[in-house]
Structure formats: structure tokens, C-alpha cells
């Protein structure tokens, strides 16, 4: 059975069959290359990401992380072309997204898949039909197809027999699976992660660290985690990015970035609460503040 990251299992139930092919580059291609890229929510605001150059290796995972408003998420938004670059290129797959057709473009996403933070499931679709969503949106398989395809995607987060529940029934760990076994139910390429690990207790967040593990190997993904858990985003990554003040701050191996001399990586690695980035906001100094009576806030 052929993977639906590339063409479909039968051809003739595959949707916008007259859409342009998104073109493949040769295997050595970085499957997603940022170069130079700036980024601001809005003309004449402050950079969100200023000349960030980012290479994603294929089969690998690579984990962004940094303080919160650092740009991770905006990178994903930008990866996945939900916001253009105001300076640089996105690539994926040797390809620039700025470039693309609207057709060439969603041929592109559905080569990605998504887990959203807190999963973000139809709260009134039950599990099976959460993962048979992309399934019957973007391709025009039999609904028997599309049950066994459901069922392997469940099996492999260990949820098939929760396939008729609904989201409201289920814990918030396993919510977290249903939404990862939508998000490769068509065998992407690319798999984005936006805190996943977020709001778990230390057994569902092991149980679906060890799964992204074991999915990205299984099915030779290419994977990025935004993580703010340490521990566990660098135990299975194989590359860390550390974003900070709109820049790369440290990249390398866990161990590598671990064992940083920068001090703002080692505030960061280490939860320290004082170091370049401080506890208060810039005020004037305390006694100034309570000598001036009377004064408004």
C-alpha cells in the first residue's frame, strides 16, 4: 500500500487530481530550511524573528524552544505558511513557499501534518472521526478504507479501543494522542508540535514523549517539537534550537547545548531566576517609587 505523503493509494479517489505536482528535491535537501528570515506582526513593529537561519535534517528531530514570545510558534505558523516572511526564505523541501501556487501550497501541507497545543480536537466528532477528518477531507477513499486506516492510526497510539468515545470522555493525555494519530493519519513527511508535552501529568507526558520517538523512527519523519519541558524534549530530540531576542541562540546536540557557556542558555537550561533575563520589568528603583506620595501610578 503506497503512503499517502506522496501520491494516493488509488488514484482515481484522490481529490484535485488537476492540481500542479509539488516538485521533490533530491534527498540530501534539507526538508526545511529557513534562511535569513524576519518577521513582525505588523509594519514598523519590533522583529519577532530577525535573520533566523534554521536547517531541519530529514529523519531527524529537532526541538525550538526559548522564552515565551521568543517567535517558536511563529516559526511553525511560517513552516507551515499560515504567515508569510517579511525578509528571507522559507524552504521546504528545497522550495520556496513565498513562491508557491495556491494549489502548489496545499499540495505542500498535506505533507505536513499539525499537533496542536491541547490537541484541539471537534469536541463533536468522536475520536474516530477526529482522525478520519483529514482523511475524508483530502482524499476520496471508500469509508472502508478510510475505517482500517483510522484503526492503524488509533492502534498506534494506543487508543483504538477508545474509537467511539468523544473528546469530552477522554483524558486530556489521551486527547493529546487522538490529535497525534489525526496529525499523521495521511503519513506526512513533516510533523509539527506545538507543546505537547504541555499540561500532562509525568505519565501521559513519558507516554507520548516515548511515542514521538517512536513514530518519527517508525516512519522516517521528519519532526519539530516547541517544547518548554526540558527534560523531556531533550531526551528524544536530536537537534536543539534556542531562540532568543528574535535570534538562534544556541544550536547543537542536547548535550551540546546542555553544557553551553553562554549565559543566557545556561539561565535558560538551568530555570535560573536571575541572569540576562531579569525578574522585573525595568522601573526606576524602589525608594524613588514609595518617596514619590501623592504621585499617580
Not at 522559507?90 to 499540495?107: I, S
Not at 537537534?239 to 544550536?251: D, K, T, Y
Given at each position: 500500500m503506497q503512503s499517502m505523503s506522496g501520491s494516493c493509494y488509488n488514484s482515481r479517489f484522490c481529490k484535485k487530481t488537476t492540481a500542479m505536482p509539488f516538485t521533490t528535491s533530491p534527498s540530501a535537501t534539507p526538508l526545511v530550511e529557513l534562511r535569513q528570515v524576519q518577521f513582525s506582526y505588523s509594519a514598523g513593529a519590533r522583529n519577532i524573528l530577525e535573520g533566523v537561519t534554521l536547517t531541519v535534517p530529514r529523519g531527524k528531530i529537532t526541538a525550538i524552544m526559548g522564552a515565551s514570545g521568543g517567535g517558536k510558534t511563529t516559526t511553525l505558523r511560517l513552516i507551515s505558511r499560515q504567515e508569510r516572511?517579511?525578509?528571507?526564505?522559507?524552504?521546504?523541501?528545497?522550495?520556496?513557499?513565498?513562491?508557491?501556487?495556491?494549489?502548489?501550497?496545499?499540495?505542500?501541507r498535506r505533507r505536513m501534518g499539525m499537533l496542536f497545543q491541547f490537541g484541539a480536537l471537534f469536541t463533536d466528532m468522536s475520536v474516530f472521526d477526529n482522525v478520519a477528518f483529514p482523511l475524508r477531507e483530502h482524499t476520496q477513499l471508500p469509508e472502508a478504507m478510510i475505517r482500517d486506516i483510522v484503526l492503524?492510526?488509533?492502534?498506534?497510539?494506543?487508543?483504538?479501543?477508545?474509537?467511539?468515545?468523544?473528546?469530552?470522555?477522554?483524558?486530556?493525555?489521551?486527547?493529546?494522542?487522538?490529535?497525534?494519530?489525526?496529525?499523521?493519519?495521511?503519513?506526512?513527511?513533516?510533523?509539527?508540535?506545538?507543546?505537547?508535552?504541555?499540561?500532562?501529568?509525568?505519565?501521559?507526558?513519558?507516554?507520548?514523549?516515548?511515542?514521538?520517538?517512536?513514530l518519527n523512527d517508525a516512519m522516517g519523519l521528519t519532526?519539530?517539537?516547541?517544547?518548554?519541558?526540558?527534560?523531556?524534549?531533550?531526551?528524544?530530540?536530536?537537534?536543539?534550537?534556542?531562540?532568543?531576542?528574535?535570534?538562534?541562540?544556541?544550536?547543537?546536540?542536547?548535550d551540546e547545548v546542555r553544557h553551553s557557556s553562554d549565559p543566557l542558555i545556561a539561565q535558560f537550561v538551568n530555570a535560573q531566576p536571575e541572569g540576562p533575563v531579569h525578574f522585573h520589568y525595568p522601573a526606576c528603583s524602589v525608594a524613588e517609587d514609595f518617596a514619590a506620595s501623592g504621585a499617580r501610578p
Open positions: 516572511a517579511t525578509g528571507g526564505q522559507v524552504l521546504f523541501d528545497g522550495q520556496d513557499l513565498a513562491t508557491l501556487t495556491t494549489e502548489q501550497l496545499y499540495a505542500a492503524m492510526k488509533l492502534n498506534a497510539v494506543g487508543l483504538r479501543g477508545a474509537r467511539a468515545l468523544m473528546p469530552s470522555e477522554i483524558s486530556g493525555g489521551m486527547a493529546r494522542r487522538v490529535a497525534l494519530a489525526r496529525a499523521i493519519a495521511l503519513d506526512p513527511e513533516l510533523v509539527m508540535y506545538d507543546e505537547p508535552f504541555a499540561g500532562l501529568d509525568p505519565i501521559s507526558l513519558g507516554t507520548i514523549a516515548r511515542l514521538l520517538r517512536q519532526s519539530i517539537i516547541v517544547s518548554h519541558d526540558l527534560d523531556e524534549t531533550f531526551r528524544i530530540a536530536d537537534q536543539v534550537v534556542i531562540l532568543a531576542n528574535g535570534r538562534i541562540a544556541a544550536q547543537g546536540t542536547p
